[in-house]
């Protein structure tokens, strides 16, 4: 296995993420992080990552259900709010080829967990705490 200085977030790195567009609605990325057990969707646009939501930015949905909004009503106020309106941004990347370590500093330094990872301004994949981890664990 490669160095901690050799070894590169592309090889790390989850390709082919599931991704929205900012303009799709957040009942898709609810359901998405629920189907598919994921807790951050690069959002696009042309190819470019222009946002992130989070499980922490769906997180105001537990707050209507507090409120009392039943599931039903829920989910119609969630087919009313685009990404773009709740997603992260401006959106920390990190290059293919940096390396593991950095990405775990950029991560620790902005309290986030995930980057997006860019090739010649293009997303490629994206780099979680988790897969941090996995590299850790089998060294």
Do not use: W
């Amino acid at each position: 296995m490669r160095s901690d200085e050799e070894t590169k977030v592309q090889d790390i790195m989850t390709k082919n993420p599931h991704t929205l567009e900012a303009d799709n609605v957040l009942d898709l990325a609810d359901d998405l992080m629920s189907m598919e057990r994921v807790r951050h969707i690069p959002i696009l646009e042309r190819g470019k990552v222009v946002g992130i939501v989070s499980q922490r930015d769906l997180f105001f949905s537990a707050l209507d259900k507090i409120l009392g909004i039943r599931q039903k009503e829920q989910k119609d106020l969630m087919k009313t709010i685009r990404a773009r309106e709740v997603m992260s941004h401006p959106v920390i990347t990190i290059s293919a080829g940096a390396s593991v370590k950095e990405a775990a500093r950029l991560m620790g330094e902005n309290k986030i967990g995930c980057l997006p990872v860019v090739k010649d301004k293009q997303f490629v994949g994206l780099v979680t705490e988790t897969d941090i981890l996995r590299y850790v664990a089998a060294r």
